[in-house]
């Protein structure tokens, strides 16, 4: 991936609007000013709904934190409807055509393909967020995010999720055409840069998932409005999937891509093996919609063969994938440290990583927690045996607040330290605070994510609005549930931060449009005498990462053979 670090020579002067493109004083490259235009636009609306989904958030852990149970059993049901489609879907969704504006032009010097896709793109999808969010706020909508069959919801509410898939359909459609008139007019020479190569896997998997949104809504939509009879519930449950799960494994192509790219911004670190971490994103693409399947292992309505086939053999294909990103991420950054100098023992280099830019530190983070803790419980809940125990607890909940929350979240706030001051071209306000924020926001989400997980472990529901009526909980799932309100409490401050962060730097942050670049968040140092390039040759350089992938695949083996004998437990054969 070929993308410049910070503060290069002075830049050329600015070839104007009349080209449609800027030179960008902190990376030399040419920005095309429409998909600046529209980066920024996305980015402003993900944001707007990020805030939504988190105010939801803390209404909801204030509401399942049995001592303080703010909410009506109603209005929990509307929240959490109106959280999950804010955070899984809008956010994220407003976030990632934000990302592939950005990767396929600025990396590869091109212009965007076309404006008025781009407008018919933000405004459907904007009208469609909107018009979901008001119906289910005026109570017309409390189905949740999965919205099964036979519960039925408002027309508008199924029309807003048409809307927005299709029009995160024509972004997408926009990215694959600006590709391929940069790739026609030789805008950039060898092969895609990673960065856009995840891009492109993100996308491609996209147009599957948004398909499966258009196949299950549009009829679902017409028999809301009275036009055709009742959709199967079991029909609607499968085809659902294909949207609502593998729609996260966008995020973690998207999430994977800037996993590389802020890497490379802040340490220097290239892929130790470029074509590995290519096939990789090619695994998921094949096989992550497998995965799906691990939400309808309760269901009568499959097979045995089918469900033991897609939660095995052909899924860990696509656990393979992370398991190589996961590797190649840590390893390349230790590289790029060693090739400065700090090559001393086998964590010498950890200490002089740039942990005081927010950038970085949110992307360490986001991996830490995506891999050790969503990574594992995945894999591990996936497991048709072990879903049995698991399914319809916090446990599940826990596991996709470490991956969607703590990992890919986490990953997009610190790519916006680096996109917001590019895009808008003013420095960041607060820069202390903006340092602290992914700490406080990644260790409130861990603490969310092992309260659910563990208060799950003890059988609390999900989904569940009251749990005293059933009079089995002990003092143990009450402390575990109070560890998750607080942990909400911190990663909802933590996300305010961020908003505020951005907002006060959109409005007030000091210009830098003249010519001179953002203000440096902080970069990897060289020291004297550093070996550089011939550190690659040293085949055992990235012996830290081995170390730390050795003590990974210990806590899976421990966690994975713990839930086996819980299962023993439960199926106790004389």
């Known amino acids: 991936m070929s993308f ?112 008025k896709i781009a407008w018919l793109s933000f405004g459907m999808m904007l009208t469609g967020a909107i018009m979901t969010n008001v119906v289910i706020i005026q109570g017309k909508a409390d189905v949740l995010m999965t919205s099964y069959l036979p519960l039925l919801a408002h027309p508008l509410f199924y029309l807003g999720i048409i809307l927005v898939a299709v029009g995160t359909l024509i972004g997408v459609f926009n990215f694959f055409a600006t590709l391929y008139v940069a790739k026609r007019d030789r805008t950039y020479e060898g092969s895609l840069p990673l960065v856009t190569y995840g891009a492109t896997a993100a996308a491609i998997i996209a147009v599957v998932t948004l398909l499966h949104g258009a196949i299950v809504m549009i009829p679902t939509f017409a028999f809301s409005m009275g036009w055709i009879s009742q959709p199967d519930p079991m029909w609607y449950r499968m085809i659902w999937w294909g949207l609502g799960h593998q729609s996260q494994q966008v995020n973690v192509c998207a999430m994977v891509s800037v996993w590389y790219l802020i890497g490379q911004l802040t340490t220097g670190s290239k892929p130790v093996n470029e074509t590995v971490c290519r096939g990789a994103f090619v695994l998921y693409i094949l096989f992550i919609n497998l995965a799906s399947a691990h939400h309808l292992l309760v269901d009568p309505g499959v097979g045995s063969s089918w469900k033991i086939w897609n939660t095995s053999y052909a899924m860990y294909l696509a656990v393979l994938a992370s398991m190589i990103h996961g590797f190649t991420v840590p390893a390349s950054v230790e590289m790029a440290m060693r090739a400065k100098g700090w090559g001393r023992g086998i964590f010498g280099w950890v200490g002089a990583l740039p942990w005081r830019n927010p950038a970085f530190s949110a992307a360490a983070l986001s991996l830490v927690i995506f891999g050790f803790v969503g990574g594992i419980t995945g894999v591990t809940l ?136 953002m203000a440096d968040w902080g970069v990897a140092k060289e020291l004297p005498g550093a070996p550089g390039e011939a550190i690659f040759a040293d085949h055992w350089a990235m012996k830290g990462t081995m170390v730390l992938t050795g003590v990974f695949l210990a806590c899976f083996a421990v966690y994975y053979f713990a839930n086996w004998k819980a299962l023993a437990d439960v199926w106790y054969v004389r």
């Open 4 to 115: 410049p670090t910070l503060n290069p020579p002075p830049p050329t002067p600015q070839p104007g609007r009349e080209t449609g493109l800027r030179k960008c004083a902190t990376t030399g490259l040419d920005v095309c000013l429409a998909a600046q235009r529209f980066i920024k636009l996305n980015a402003v609306a993900a944001i707007v709904f990020l805030l939504f989904g988190g105010i939801a958030a803390i209404l909801l852990a204030l509401t399942r934190w049995q001592a303080v149970h703010l909410l009506r059993v109603d209005w929990f049901y509307r929240i959490l409807t109106f959280h999950g489609l804010n955070m899984l879907i809008f956010w994220m969704l407003f976030f990632e055509i934000a990302i592939l504006y950005f990767a396929c032009t600025i990396p590869l010097k091109a212009r965007l393909f076309s404006r």
């Open 382 to 517: 996936g497991t048709q045996q072990i879903n049995i125990i698991a399914h319809n607890t916090l446990r599940i909940t826990g596991h996709f607040h470490s991956t969607v929350v703590g990992g890919t979240s986490l990953a997009f706030m610190g790519l916006a330290f680096y996109v917001v001051p590019l895009m808008f071209q003013r420095d960041f306000i607060w820069r202390k605070a903006a340092r602290v924020q992914p700490w406080l926001f990644g260790g409130g989400i861990l603490l969310v994510s092992l309260g659910m997980s563990f208060a799950g472990s003890l059988g609390v529901a999900r989904r569940t609005y009251d749990i005293e009526h059933a009079g089995v909980y002990g003092p143990a799932a009450h402390l575990f549930l109070g560890i998750m309100g607080v942990g909400a409490i911190i990663a909802v401050v933590g996300l305010l931060l961020f908003v505020v962060l951005c907002v006060g730097t959109v409005f007030f942050g000091e210009r830098h449009a003249k010519g001179e670049p």
